[in-house]
């Protein structure tokens, strides 16, 4: 199975700061790579498809980067409601695998 | 709107089986792959597989086979998932997710937590 390794597990930027989350495929995956949002007690959420193609409803402030083996979801102005844990999912080879995650704290 | 309407939690006996609920609105149901995903400790994500409603085929992660049957009732847009045999270790929240195009989940629904304890 394709290890999908974020980091750091967690992240404390103040209001306003871009942040970056990192993940990083044990093996090279092209671009299928897709981020979520999970707030606490909620679902994931889709944020960004395929590394980089944006999803309708989503804020503009999300983005996504990268192919290969390393990919990058950016919020370019953080708010204090994108409080939550960040994952990525790999879906190049079966069977399809999360990363860890990433909590995102608000200084 | 799409929507994915789970059934509530439960408290299970260990040995026990039990069946989970995703009834899909706003779509065409047939249209697209219904996933099915276990966090454990409120955190890791876990693919347990996929149905394909159009036509009953699946397809699991190795890891959930003889623990998860998935089915459909296409005529109520429901889809199941069947959790065999329950230990301690299935204690998770379960949910459902609509399968993208491009291998993405697009649509979730909002879990169902399964406690399993004597």
Redesign the interface.
Known sequence: DILLTQSPAILSVSPGERVSFSCRASQSIGT?I?W?QQRTNG????LI??AS?S?SGIPSRFSGSGSGTDFTLSINSVESEDIA?Y?C?Q??S?????G??TKLEIK | EVQLQQSGPELVKPGASMKISCKASGYSFTGYTMNW?KQSHG?????IGLINPYNGGT?Y??KFKGKATLTVDKSSSTAYMELLSLTSEDSAVY?C?RG?Y??????????TSVTVSS
């Open positions: 299928s897709h979520y679902s994931p959420r889709l498809k395929y193609e999803i844990d994952y999912q879906s190049n079966w069977p399809t695998t999360f860890s995650g | 995903v955190k890791n994500l876990e693919w397809s992660n190795q949910y997710a993208g491009d291998g993405e989940m697009d649509y979730w629904g909002q879990g």
